[in-house]
């Protein structure tokens, strides 16, 4: 049974500092993985997806990696900024689940002035 | 273009009651899922469809069933409605399910109460 790890739980930096979130999963055998942001009482919104054969993905201000072997996964964030604050998650779909996203709990980033 | 639509946006229903929540996905997307929600926890699975055929189905009761319409929209319901069903019930689409390739795109979600 896939298991989806995110440390920390929440997050509290400075506007302008890079920060890194991370992202553990038990099983390798992954089609993908995904970030996602949510915003307070909201729906996902997709930032980053990176098949199995990838080894990141960049997008502006983000850059995620993706390690297989390992089960682990990073989201860097550059230059963070107060409107990046939300929570983030990461997901897995699973070889063999159709396509059924694994979460984690989410890391909940404050960004202050 | 429009993304994957949900309605309503908020319900409130008392124990034993049945709920139908809605959506739409994003247009030429052939695939939706429905997640629960629990405050402070990750999305959990509880149905995909594909074609109109459901293709998974995660570790709910009976209570929950779900259907997709010739328009690829789908309908989530739950019957008997527990406490415990209060959550946020998200919708996702995506264009290939059997492709990895492809993200899943998540509406903004049908908050349900239960009194």
């Known amino acids: 049974k896939q298991e989806v790890t995110q440390i920390p739980a929440a997050l509290s930096v400075p506007e302008g500092e890079n920060l890194v979130l991370n992202c553990s999963f038990t099983d390798s055998a992954i089609y993908n993985l995904q970030w996602f942001r949510q915003d307070p009482g909201k729906g996902l919104t997709s930032l980053l997806l990176i098949q199995s054969s990838q080894r990141e993905q960049t997008s502006g201000r983000l850059n995620a990696s993706l390690d297989k072997s390992s089960g682990r996964s990073t989201l860097y964030i550059a230059a963070s900024q107060p409107g990046d604050s939300a929570t983030y998650l990461c997901a897995v779909r699973t070889t063999g689940t159709a396509s059924k996203l694994t979460f984690g709990t989410g890391t909940r980033l404050q960004v202050t002035l | 273009d429009a993304g994957v639509t949900q309605s309503p946006t908020h319900l409130i229903k008392t124990r034993g009651q049945q709920v139908t929540l809605r959506c739409s996905p994003i247009?030429?997307?052939?695939?939706v899922s429905w997640y629960q929600q629990v405050l402070g926890q990750g999305p959990q699975f509880i149905f995909q469809?594909?074609?109109?055929?459901?293709?998974g189905r995660g570790n709910f009761p009976d209570r929950f069933s779900a259907r997709q319409f010739p328009n690829y929209s789908s309908e989530l319901n739950v019957n008997a409605l527990l406490l415990g069903d209060s959550a946020l019930y998200l919708c996702a689409s995506t264009a290939a399910p059997d492709r990895g390739i492809w993200p899943q795109h998540f509406g903004d979600g049908t908050r349900l109460s239960i009194l």
């Open positions: 247009s030429g997307h052939k695939s």
């Open positions: 469809y594909y074609e109109k055929e459901e293709r």
